[in-house]
């Protein structure tokens, strides 16, 4: 195909969107891997190509109707749709074009960016939340590599996903109602209520969205799972982040407010085989400390996750953004004194690359995801091999950049000095 090619997709005219996906609406994410390839790009466009061909649950094609709680499937992708952009050289350039790439006007739901062997997804977060990129991503490499069309491609999603897993979960078996105020208190914590903060001069405010990347080394990240064995084995690896990233922005002079939130992919509560394609992520509010115990947090997490809190939250987010019918418009001020609220989200080393092929050299999964406002700080974490690591977006108006600077330096380069610094388990 030449670069003026649009790639036809397939649908009706126009579908209902999921309250999870409205959730979402109005943001977006523009997320990294690699090295991979490199691709050239008409093989990517060709590869983009068949997945828009293979069906509705590709999510290829479908963009948001502004003001309604519908999709329009437009018949064809835009040719902007794939487009080259030169390599960045550094993780520092690496985060700088992110930053470039999301500062442009978001004309599409979907760019696929190729830079060098990096490959980069610019993605509306109302087609879809981080398993989504990771899906897709794994798909082109496999296509491209092999020709072949991976099962989630060609396998028609799941009607109602939401509803269904509420029944599923909760209408099967209606006792497990009685756990979900243990668990919210559990998540609240035991120490006193903070005091009332005061009401705080505000400021005019506009968006400005900023990225902040390290890399942590493979020793390093074996270092920190070290720590974790020794000093707070019962932790889990994302709240152990979590906590570690919150010393961090306190440490370099940022104020974080508790509580935080933990992103959690409710897919586990959906019936065995659910192909679930859009969003199913809550943002779970958790008491989150500066002197935060891992170990406590986790079981606190663990707890109200097994009690299925986070799916009750994400069908009550659901139904209430339905009935209103979108988001809120997003604030035009900001407190003068601003306080980081940070949303940890983490996945993992994820299982879609188990197969990939890897370019050789460093290895990398990040990202930019808009914060949710002012003063919200959305932390990624990630694994790609042995190493990881840690993207920081947030507004560069609000909080100064130099200062989530010197936190991510401390993460990418001493993660065990900020756990020893408030370790209750030494």
């Not at 397939?10 to 523009?30: E, H, K, N, P, Y």
């Not at 997320?31 to 590869?47: E, K, N, T």
């Not at 900001?334 to 460093?362: C, K, N």
Request: hydrophobic residues 45%.
């Amino acid at each position: 195909m030449n670069g003026t090619a649009r790639i036809r997709a397939t649908g009706a005219a126009s579908i209902r969107a999921t309250g999870a996906d409205l959730l979402m609406s109005g943001t977006r994410f523009v997320l990294v891997c690699g090295p991979l390839g490199p691709w050239r790009a008409d093989q990517a466009r060709a590869a983009l190509g068949r997945l828009a061909a293979a069906g509705r649950q590709t999510r290829l094609g479908l963009r948001p109707d502004a003001g309604t709680v519908r999709w329009h499937t437009d018949p064809v992708l835009a040719p902007g749709s794939v487009c080259e952009v030169p390599p960045a050289e550094s993780v520092a350039d690496t985060a700088a074009l992110l930053q470039r790439l999301r500062r442009e006007p978001a004309d599409l739901p979907f760019r696929l960016i190729l830079a060098g062997r990096q490959v980069i997804l610019d993605v509306d977060h109302m087609l879809g939340d981080g398993q989504y990129y990771l899906n897709m991503v794994a798909a082109l490499e496999r296509l491209i590599r092999t020709g072949e069309l991976p099962a989630w491609a060609t396998t028609p999603p799941t009607p109602h996903p939401l509803p269904r897993a509420l029944w599923h979960w909760f209408g099967r078996h209606p006792s497990r109602l009685r756990a979900l105020p243990v668990a919210r208190s559990a998540l609240k914590g035991t120490a006193a209520p903070n005091a009332a903060a005061p009401v705080s001069a505000q400021r005019p405010w506009t968006p400005s969205v900023a990225v902040v990347i390290t890399r942590q080394s493979a020793a390093l990240a074996d270092a920190v799972r070290r720590w974790r064995t020794e000093h707070a084995p019962g932790a889990s690896s994302a709240m152990l982040a979590a906590v570690m990233i919150r010393r961090a922005l306190t440490e370099a002079g940022i104020p974080v407010a508790d509580p935080a939130s933990i992103a959690v992919d409710c897919r586990r509560y959906a019936p065995p085989g659910s192909v679930i394609s859009g969003n199913f992520v809550l943002g779970l509010t958790a008491a989150l400390p500066p002197s935060a115990d891992p170990v406590e947090r986790s079981a606190a997490l663990r707890a109200a996750c097994a009690a299925g809190y986070p799916l009750a939250w994400l069908g009550f987010g659901a139904g209430m953004i339905r009935l209103r019918r979108r988001r809120p418009a997003p604030p035009d001020t900001v407190s003068v004194t601003p306080r980081a609220q940070m949303i940890y989200t983490d996945l993992g080393h994820a299982p879609q690359f188990a197969t990939a092929h890897w370019a050789p050299g460093e290895q990398m999964l990040a990202g930019l995801l808009d914060p949710a406002g002012p003063e919200a700080v959305s932390v990624l974490g990630s694994g790609v091999g042995a190493e990881r690591s840690y993207s920081i977006s947030f507004h560069d108006n609000v909080f100064d950049r130099a200062a989530v600077e010197r936190a991510v330096a401390v993460i990418g380069t001493d993660p065990v000095g900020l756990l020893d610094a408030g370790s209750v388990h030494q």
